[in-house]
């Protein structure tokens, strides 16, 4: 099969897409205002266009039309509903699948009717759509009734998401983290307070650590927030880390927390479980769509920090809850959000998109 990426070269996921497709002995092409940053494989053929985003979107059509000449897919999958979803609308290329992300569905729409409507056209002129959860699928449905939407979640890597044996510490810490940006909407500061509140329940014991991973515009006001509430030495900020760092981060941790405000899929708890930790996320549609309440973690409600704070004392006070937790979550992972059934159910929806 030939297959035309319209994609940003510069997302770890489309580079995943592309290595995974072609390992699958499929011909791959990538067409992208981004360049590289992630690494390709040596079989994926790049072209990268003439023109930067955003203008590519409009004036790079003619440009993608002349690769579907030379190329001649079998099947064009746009990646974001917005810059590369118009970009495939208006070089009409087909038979084209249009994946969503989240922002794209989430947030632009509601900027105004004007990006609602652009949305809108894109969704109807694509031949069928892919969605990575099923939350975001009904909200792609509110916003144009597809009659063709597959669900095709970011698969985990879980030859290289496992677990791994702990880091040499002392006996009695127990170490609590995320790897998250440090913006509003992922609920940073929801975590800081849940620590602080299961922290000082336990009589504050020096053991208990918080590791924190990722940068972003609020780290300053959440470095101070840690400070406030008592925890400051309690709470390590690392900093961004590169994608290929992130098992090691992991297998440092005892508990995986991630309480987003809105998440529109839980790739981040997904790895976290394949490295058989359990986790505590709030009741965003996609950190609850891909948690087991109760068998790999908690889902515990959105802003309620109390809530959160509880499910840690749970979790800390009990080391064969973790471990069972943490079995329940690999099992979970390697069962259905495996990146060999990733690209399997990606490869149906190409096949049903060009039938």
């Known amino acids: ?60 059509a003619s440009e993608v039309r002349a690769i579907a ?63 990575t959860s099923l939350c975001m699928a009904r909200k792609v449905a509110a916003i144009y009734r597809h009659p063709h939407v597959f669900v095709t979640p970011f698969g985990v890597d879980t ?42 329940s336990l009589g504050r014991p020096d053991g208990l650590r918080l590791e924190i991973f990722g940068e972003g515009a609020q780290r300053a006001e959440l470095e101070a927030l840690a400070e406030a509430t008592g925890v400051g030495r309690q709470v390590t900020f690392f900093g961004a880390v590169a994608h290929a760092q992130v098992p090691t981060m992991l297998h440092r941790l005892d508990i995986f927390v991630a309480l987003s405000r809105f998440e529109s899929f839980g790739v981040a708890v997904l790895e976290a479980a394949a490295c058989q930790l359990p986790v505590v996320v709030s009741d965003a549609e996609g950190l609850a769509e891909v948690t087991m309440d109760g068998v790999n973690g908690y889902v515990v409600p959105r802003e309620d920090a109390r809530a959160a704070g509880e499910a840690l004392l ?32 990606m490869l149906v929806a190409y096949e049903r998109t060009m039938a």
């Open 159 to 200: 030859d290289v998401f496992k677990p791994a044996p702990k880091p040499t510490r002392p006996p009695d810490q127990i170490v609590i983290g995320t790897v998250k940006s440090l913006s509003l909407g992922y609920g940073i500061d929801v975590l800081i307070r849940a620590f602080a509140w299961a922290w000082d």
């Open 69 to 131: 000449r030379r190329v001649a897919p079998d099947i064009v999958n746009a990646h974001y509903a917005t810059g590369y979803g118009l970009l495939a609308r208006l070089a009409a290329v087909k038979p084209t699948l249009l994946s969503v992300w989240g922002s794209d569905v989430y947030t632009f729409p509601e900027k105004s009717l004007i990006h609602r409507l652009v949305v809108r056209g894109n969704l109807k002129a694509s031949a069928a759509v892919a969605s």
């Open 314 to 345: 749970k979790l800390i006070r009990d080391p064969a809850l973790r471990q069972g937790f943490g079995e329940a979550g690999r099992r979970h992972v390697v069962n259905h959000y495996s990146w060999d059934k990733s690209l399997d159910a």
């Open 1 to 60: 099969m030939r297959v035309l990426l319209l994609a940003g070269a510069n997302s770890i996921h489309t580079a995943r897409w592309a290595n995974g497709l072609v390992s699958r002995g499929h011909q791959v092409h990538v067409a992208s205002a981004h360049p590289a940053t992630h690494p390709l494989d040596e079989r994926v053929h790049l072209h990268l266009l003439r023109y930067e985003a955003p203008w590519a979107y409009v004036l790079g």
